[in-house]
């Protein structure tokens, strides 16, 4: 075994106890090399069930990840991610965030599926100048929207499909700021936007009455400040009769830790409370296979049979290797 040989393994084994990056020179003959180790989270999304939107578990027959970035045809894809999934008529859609790998920029593409199991790439649906994700769509008076995560823009815009499921148009925007993962619902004739700033740890709270209305921050808001383990929103708020339900990232002590549920049990235009619906999360990593490092996410769905099908994702660590001169 030569030198350069040894300072990859080193460099790797660095890298797998929980190094994120690793450089090593090398010197071989008249030339000069670096050599670099780079660890990366790689996200895929898979389908789980349970009986109720916050006991899920890996639906039968799906042991793995429904969609990849080796599903995307038309991108060079490093990773999916964020699924957010409507369904119309018989047939489900999802949209999901496609990062790509030489410019690490999202967009955001559809899939489709007949039974909400098996799932079919069609093809990137929104892409901006800037960053997307977390495409959170929904329909409302006959009309499909959608909130894309969208900070680098520096702000929160809304998109209305014109020809849905494949062409959307930007209406307005809702909120300016540096804010990510926005997630809306409507309760008591009142619209809601959960958002997180950047670091993870603080949730601020928005309302209006009308979707493409003014926007005002609560007063409460922010609602969560300095706790990464519930701040950020990890999927769709669900409104069940008079119960609100929200689901939030637990990104501590690392990012995309697991999804925990918490039960609003307060919400008024003055006033705010909720309550952790167990101290266990929703969703956390296997600690092997396609999401070993972890989970942040899901959007669960009533299935008309009393149970509940939702999409969910989830990443593990691949090592990368390169050598330049």
Request: glycine fraction near 8%; charged fraction near 25%.
């Amino acid at each position: 075994m030569n030198r350069h040989h040894r300072a990859m393994i080193v460099a790797a084994a660095l890298l797998l106890t929980g190094g994120a990056a690793f450089v090593l020179g090398v010197e071989m003959g008249n030339k000069s090399l670096l050599s670099f180790f780079t660890r990366r989270a790689t996200w895929a999304i898979s389908i789980y069930t349970g009986d109720s939107p916050y006991n899920l578990h890996p639906a039968e027959g799906i042991p793995g990840p429904v969609l990849t970035a080796d599903h995307v045809t038309d991108a060079d894809a490093r990773s999916v991610a964020d699924p957010f999934m409507v369904r119309e008529g018989a047939r489900w859609y999802m949209f999901f965030e496609v990062i790509n790998r030489g410019t690490g920029q999202g967009d955001i593409a559809l899939a489709v599926s007949d039974d909400g199991f098996e799932w079919s790439y069609r093809q990137i649906v929104l892409d901006e100048p800037f960053h997307l994700s977390y495409p959170y769509v929904f329909k409302w008076r006959g009309e499909y929207y959608m909130v894309p995560e969208s900070f680098q823009a520096n702000a929160v815009r809304l998109y209305r499909a014109r020809e849905f499921p494949t062409r959307w148009e930007h209406v307005k925007d809702l909120v300016r700021g540096i804010l990510v993962d926005p997630s809306l619902c409507r309760f008591n004739d009142t619209w809601w936007l959960f958002v997180s700033t950047v670091k993870n740890n603080e949730l601020r709270l928005y309302y209006a009455r009308e979707l493409t209305g003014q926007w005002r921050e609560h007063p409460e808001s922010p609602v969560v400040v300095g706790n990464a383990n519930i701040a950020r929103p990890g999927g769709r708020v669900l409104v069940l009769g008079d119960r609100v339900i929200r689901l939030a990232q637990d990104d501590d002590p690392h990012y995309g830790n697991a999804v925990r549920a918490f039960e609003i049990i307060r919400l008024t235009t003055t006033d705010y409370e909720e309550k952790e619906i167990s101290d266990e999360p929703v969703l956390r990593g296997s600690g092997r296979g396609w999401n070993a490092g972890g989970m942040h996410h899901a959007d669960p769905h009533p299935d008309g049979k009393g149970r509940w099908i939702a999409c969910v994702d989830g990443f593990r660590w691949t090592v990368h290797f390169e050598i330049r001169h």
